[in-house]
């Protein structure tokens, strides 16, 4: 039986509009080979949001995404809009959707592929096979916790404030999210905090060791961030599956992102409890090469085999998506942010048609 889904495509600004339609076409020419039936809906979200409506996140947009079955995402933000007051900025447009959808649950893969290993600024045998998954708490933490804003003291001063919140009920069910994650992959958990200085990391690391004995096959470790910044360049393979904060797995999976080569290979899942999922690739709107058919499309199309997989429950579609991406990468097609001697140099366009090509040839 056909299986039908209704998904919101968030194309954004700058290069997202390119990579998403590329994304659109696998998907499309996938559905018929897998039985499925895709319904897409577009929304404004970012910067394309501000210019229509004055808001990075119209309410319809919210709608749209939550009566859905999932939301592809491409990219927000632009020099255009940087200069906007916070609660107008395209960012504010993507947290607001983060946390009206509840998705706590980041995954950040960073898996090195053997054709790209020349693409690292690490040496190779640092980086050969390293397969790390990023599990980044997103709803929480010091980018929603209270009081935060710009306050005027009476001597005249103005004092920023942040706060790093963590409850342990926020803790533990992300905690459950990478050690189940953990489960599936080679079982071994390092969680990322700031526990010698923080009290917010000292609860984290306090419940997330109280989780440790429910799940006797995952061997469990701790690290502060300043040495897992450190050992992730070090020795990166030592990593399986990470699990941390809101901030610091802000930071370390843009670190861990670049031990690949380039970022714009790289996708990204976030879940909540229930209810759609957001996928979207790690990397920005890169508003300098916008239009210019010059983009990577494959972090998108690899985004939208995340959600076939943790979002659709359709693994097969997912490993037909993935492999085609392995197949064109194997035949040297190569955009300017990987490519390396020898390699086909192509756009965003000339790689969408190679992967298309490839889906064909497959059946
Ligand atoms: C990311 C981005 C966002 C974040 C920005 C654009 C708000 O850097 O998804 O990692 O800080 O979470
Ligand atoms: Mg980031």
């Given at each position: 039986m056909t299986a039908s889904f209704r998904i919101t495509l968030l194309p954004g600004d700058g290069i997202g509009p390119e990579i998403m339609a590329v994304a659109v076409a696998v998907l499309k020419q996938i559905s018929s080979q897998h039985d499925l039936d895709f319904h897409f809906t577009e929304a404004l979200l970012g910067g394309a949001a501000i210019d229509a409506t004055g808001s990075p996140l119209p309410n319809e947009t919210l709608a749209a995404c939550l009566a859905r079955d999932a939301v592809l995402l491409a990219s927000i933000g632009g020099y255009k809009w940087d200069s906007l007051p916070r609660s107008q900025r395209p960012e504010t447009g993507l947290l607001g959707l983060r946390s009206g959808l509840n998705l706590f649950a980041n995954l950040r893969p960073a898996t090195i592929l053997p054709q790209l290993l020349g693409a690292s600024s690490l040496k190779p045998e640092i980086v050969e096979g390293v397969d790390i998954m990023v599990v980044r708490e997103l709803t929480g933490g010091i980018y929603f916790g209270q009081p935060k804003g710009i306050f005027e003291l009476e001597n005249g001063e103005k004092r920023g404030v942040s706060t790093m919140v963590y409850s342990s009920s926020e803790i533990d069910r992300i905690g459950r999210v990478a050690f189940e994650i953990a489960q599936k992959r080679q079982g071994r958990l390092c969680s990322v905090d700031k526990a010698n200085v923080l009290e917010v990391s000292q609860l984290w690391r306090d419940r997330i060791t109280t989780l440790g004995p429910e799940y006797p096959d995952v061997e469990?470790?701790?690290?502060?961030?300043?040495?897992?910044?450190?050992?992730?360049?070090?020795?990166?393979?030592?990593?399986?599956?990470?699990?941390?904060?809101?901030?610091?797995?802000?930071?370390?999976?843009?670190?861990?992102?670049?031990?690949?080569?380039?970022?714009?290979?790289?996708?990204?899942?976030?879940?909540?409890?229930?209810?759609?999922?957001?996928?979207?690739?790690?990397?920005?709107?890169?508003?300098?090469?916008?239009?210019?058919?010059?983009?990577?499309?494959?972090?998108?199309?690899?985004?939208?085999?995340?959600?076939?997989?943790?979002?659709?429950?359709?693994?097969?579609?997912?490993?037909?998506?993935?492999?085609?991406?392995?197949?064109?990468?194997?035949?040297?097609?190569?955009?300017?942010?990987?490519?390396?001697?020898?390699?086909?140099?192509?756009?965003?366009?000339?790689?969408?048609?190679?992967?298309?090509?490839?889906?064909?040839?497959?059946?």
């Open positions: 469990l470790s701790h690290l502060y961030v300043d040495n897992a910044a450190m050992q992730l360049v070090r020795a990166p393979k030592q990593f399986d599956t990470i699990v941390t904060g809101n901030l610091f797995g802000d930071i370390l999976s843009d670190a861990a992102a670049m031990l690949t080569g380039s970022i714009g290979m790289l996708p990204s899942a976030s879940l909540g409890e229930s209810g759609p999922g957001v996928f979207e690739p790690v990397h920005g709107s890169a508003p300098d090469i916008a239009g210019q058919d010059q983009a990577n499309p494959l972090a998108q199309v690899l985004s939208a085999a995340m959600m076939l997989r943790y979002g659709l429950n359709q693994p097969a579609a997912a490993d037909q998506i993935e492999q085609a991406v392995l197949a064109v990468l194997d035949q040297g097609y190569r955009t300017g942010d990987i490519m390396s001697p020898g390699m086909k140099s192509v756009g965003c366009r000339e790689m969408g048609q190679a992967l298309q090509k490839v889906l064909e040839a497959q059946f």
